[in-house]
């Protein structure tokens, strides 16, 4: 039966542009200009007999039908790219794109990575583990690590690890400090963007912030950490980030023990994207290594 179709390439220019909500943007990815990306979505509207986009002078919005032709469009290149992909001889390597902040990416991501592609040696990974926070339904990324309470709207989710907070400094000052308010004769390391953590330690903990004490900001848990190996001051680790810190004996625990912070590490990802093999390989995957994770830390019977 002959199908009645739009030409691939205006269905391409569409699925980005409803994607990103931008025509700039789309045109960026496809590696197009912005007209030819708009002349695409022309094309396409003219085929269809309506309109998809509704154009501002800034800015562009699904319309109705848009939004409903958008997720056929996707659903039906994942269908397309997945039956290429398994094509006998086809050359083109798959690719995950994975976003996850630097200091998860560095001190529980990378951990474990390298088992992954030992196991599945034909997957290729791209990493974007810088600090700006980038939009799963926006910016074409596969799978992302994010840390929060949830619930995570119109993606699906997988709890990975629970957080906590603990003051953590070096074994010689953690020497010098017994009490809450001997903390007013060091410093206080914060991260800019989590700056009410420690107001929050300080409270949960039922105990009082040292009046007059230094304080110093850095933009990643990282920096914090970094400056607290240095002897700078006292930070407030996040486990568990801070655990190989911790079990090496460069930081210990002061004022503890760790109270849980009520947030999580998550997995996320599109329900649509479940149709590729590599999606479905690192979610099978990072499973399996949570429940041996588990295994590990139950108590012996």
Known sequence: MAHRLPPLGSLRAFEAAARLLSFKAAAEELFLT?????????????????PVFLRGNRSIALTE???AYAMGVRAALDD????????????????LRISAAPTFTR???????GRFRAEHPGISLSLDASHRQVDILRDGIDLAFRMGTGPWPEVESLHLVAESLVPVCTPALAARIRRAPDLAATTLLQVAGIATDWDWWFAASGLEPPA?????????????LDAALQEMGVALGRRPLV?????????VEVLGPALPAGSAYWLLWLATSERRVEIRAFLNWIRLELAAEAAVRAPAA
Request: hydrophobic share 50%; glycine share 10%.
């Open 212 to 224: 007059g004490h230094a304080v110093m900001r850095f933009d990643t848990i990282q920096l914090a």
């Open 107 to 113: 001190k529980w991501l990378m951990l474990r990575l």
């Open 65 to 67: 039908a848009g939004a």
């Open 80 to 95: 397309l790219a997945e039956a290429t992909a398994a094509v006998p001889g086809q050359g083109r390597p798959a690719t």
């Open 243 to 251: 655990d190989d810190e911790l079990e090496a004996g460069r930081l």
């Open 34 to 50: 912005p007209s030819a990306v708009s002349r695409s979505i022309q094309v396409l509207e003219d085929w269809l007999g309506t």
